[in-house]
């Protein structure tokens, strides 16, 4: 079964310092890993994907996430905040094929001016 | 750009109500979701489809049913709206193995 867990329900961080949204996983395979970014009374958007390669992967807005196959973690991060990265995030495992995407409760970013 | 479109913001709807969510997609995805998000829970898998005219209950089925009569149309149903389907409901889609096409969500509220 697929599980997913982020373990801070609201990381707060100040603008311009580095940031830092966790995420653990448990699928069964190899995992297909996705971070969404969801703003206030808006449907979510697609930030980045892993799926195969380099555990540092790149996506929209200058995030980066890191996999980590043998802590089964895959870590959403950017090198300095903004306060318009403020929203909440979500960590998305997959096991692949017609397996259901898994979504976490989702962390609350806020950045702080 | 890909779209997946959500026919309405905004909802308000009398407890009783047969209630339609609609969701179209322009980009020929096999799959289809519906979700609810409430705060502190998260989403919460409604119905999905892999196919036209097929469809599977996910995790919180009760009191919705789904239609899917063309590939880039599934609607979400609440056969008689209660004051507990206030939410805001999500529809998605993808092709297998991608990730996946959110709308821009329906906050509906049952009164």
């Known amino acids: 079964a697929q599980s997913v867990a982020q373990p801070e329900d609201q990381v707060n961080v100040a603008e311009g310092n580095p940031l830092t949204v966790k995420c653990t996983y448990s699928?069964?395979?190899?995992?297909?890993l996705f971070w969404y970014v969801q703003y206030p009374n808006r449907g979510l958007q697609f930030l980045l994907k892993y799926i195969t390669g380099d555990n540092l992967v790149k996506g929209s807005y200058g995030f980066e996430a890191e996999f980590n196959k043998s802590q089964t973690s895959f870590h959403l991060k950017k090198p300095s905040a903004l306060v318009s990265d403020s929203a909440l995030y979500f960590c998305a495992p997959y096991g692949g094929g017609y397996q259901k995407v898994t979504f976490g409760t989702g962390t609350k970013l806020q950045v702080i001016p | 750009d890909v779209k997946v479109t959500q026919s309405s913001r905004y909802l308000v709807k009398r407890t009783g109500e047969k209630v339609f969510l609609e969701c179209v997609q322009d980009?020929?995805?096999?799959?289809m979701f519906w979700y609810r998000q409430d705060p502190g829970l998260g989403l919460r898998l409604i119905y999905f489809s892999y196919d036209v005219k097929m469809k599977e209950k996910g995790d919180i089925p009760e009191g919705y049913s789904v239609s899917r009569e063309k590939k880039e149309r599934f609607s979400l149903i609440l056969e008689s709206a209660s004051t507990n389907q206030t939410s805001m409901y999500l529809c998605a889609s993808s092709q297998t193995g991608n990730g996946y096409t959110f709308g821009s969500g329906t906050r509906l509220t049952v009164v």
């Open positions: 980009m020929d995805h096999e799959n």
């Open positions: 699928v069964s395979g190899n995992p297909y």
